[in-house]
């Protein structure tokens, strides 16, 4: 199994900055990033799910993902699920707060000492919601849970981890005649390099094999993935070898 | 200037991990209630990321300027795939180049060189948006312009 980022959770702010509540999203997930639970949890800037690449739009896919959002337009939780994946859990801090009896006054630009409050309530309802998270087995194939194990559903009511940019490399390859973008392949060509696995079929149905956990791949046309796949990883090998 | 449409949308990128970001949003605010409140308006690119029919409407009606921190260009991309004109883009990098002195630091709480250079950027935006309130109509619309 290449070495892929360990196991954490993804927290996607709407970072609204026209409301309070969007100010509140942004700091709450920071202070999970930064304070709460800094080894266990990642962001990404929510515009990257169009404005990035495969990568990035792999995110939610890769992370069982929780949406902060400050409205009830929810565009967190709903832009997450249209370009990426749906959302582990999802919040929404006005419901939250007013579940709690505080309302939310002052600007989005400086929270007063209620906001600060809000702050407070929704990054420990994430922290909580990121541990029971990562006791649960998460698939990065389909982006679901594996075990039938119960969603926390959205309440009725440094770097921070960020990702931008470099969410989970990925790997364009000629598959057919066309361009197929094939999530943690060069992970996966690390991997096999680095234990001195060489180009040949074995190592080709190895990696054909791990490249279909992270990635969809049409079951007829797995031979000429699998023949894509060789040929890179040979690229990637001469590439190393050179390099020494 | 204060009815809506005839605003002045600015369009911060969002990024929510790094400095830059938060001196985007830092130069948007500044522009929108300290210097320009009356000519400006502030959209939230969540809003175009999720394709929020009245935040279309605004950068479609209405002459954008964006701020980027990174040369993702998140905002600058989201403008213009909501089928908005970009009137002109600014980038924290760009800016900071010309201020090496105000290095940003901090990400909930801007450092002071955060601030300075925010607010460096702040008074070039709007003095931009003075300009094309002196200019041409067809002047303002060209876009793509870095700063």
Request: hydrophobic share 40%; proline share 5%; with cysteine.
């Amino acid at each position: 199994m290449p070495d892929l980022p360990k196991k954490k959770v993804g927290i996607v702010a709407c970072s609204g900055e026209e409301l309070p509540a969007g100010t509140v999203t942004r700091l709450a997930a920071l202070k999970v990033l930064e304070e709460l639970r800094p080894g266990d949890t990642v962001t990404i800037c929510l515009p990257l799910f169009l404005a990035g690449g495969e990568g990035d739009r792999a995110f939610a896919r890769f992370y069982p993902t929780i949406a902060v959002d400050g409205c009830d337009k929810r565009c967190a939780a709903r832009a997450t699920e249209m370009y990426s994946s749906k959302p582990a859990a999802s919040l929404v801090v006005e419901e939250l707060i007013t579940d709690q009896g505080l309302k939310l006054s002052g600007s989005a630009r400086r929270l007063d000492e209620s906001g600060q409050k809000a702050v407070e309530i929704t990054a420990n309802r994430i922290a909580e919601w990121v541990d029971e998270l990562l006791h649960k087995h998460w698939s990065r194939r389909t982006g679901t849970f594996i075990e039938s194990m119960e969603v926390v559903e959205t309440p009725k009511t440094t770097q921070a981890g960020c990702l931008c940019g470099g969410t989970i490399p990925s790997q364009e390859v000629m598959v057919n005649g066309g361009r197929v973008t094939l999530v943690a392949l060069p992970l996966i060509f690390q991997q096999c390099s680095q234990t001195a696995k060489p180009p040949d079929d074995k190592t080709a149905d190895e990696i054909l094999e791990i490249v279909k956990i992270y990635n969809q791949v049409p079951a007829e046309e797995e031979a000429a993935y699998r023949v894509a796949l060789l040929h890179e990883y040979e690229l990637f090998c001469n590439q190393q070898e050179a390099a020494r | 200037m204060t009815d809506p449409k005839g605003k002045v949308v600015i369009v911060p990128c969002s990024g929510i991990g790094k400095s830059y970001g938060t001196v985007t949003r830092e130069a948007a605010y500044e522009v929108t209630e300290d210097l320009l409140p009356e000519e400006t308006r502030l959209i939230a690119l969540s809003l175009l990321v999720l394709g929020d029919e009245e935040a279309r409407a605004a950068v479609a009606e209405s002459p954008a300027v964006t701020i980027d921190g990174c040369k993702l260009a998140c905002a600058t991309k989201m403008v213009k795939e909501s089928g908005g004109i970009v009137a002109q883009d600014f980038t924290v990098l760009d800016c900071y180049r010309r201020h090496k002195e105000f290095k940003p630091q901090g990400i909930v709480e801007l450092n002071e060189g955060g601030q300075r250079l925010a607010h460096a950027l702040a008074e070039e935006i709007a003095a931009t948006i003075n300009n094309f309130n002196h200019a041409p109509v067809s002047d303002t619309n060209q876009g793509g312009h870095h700063a």
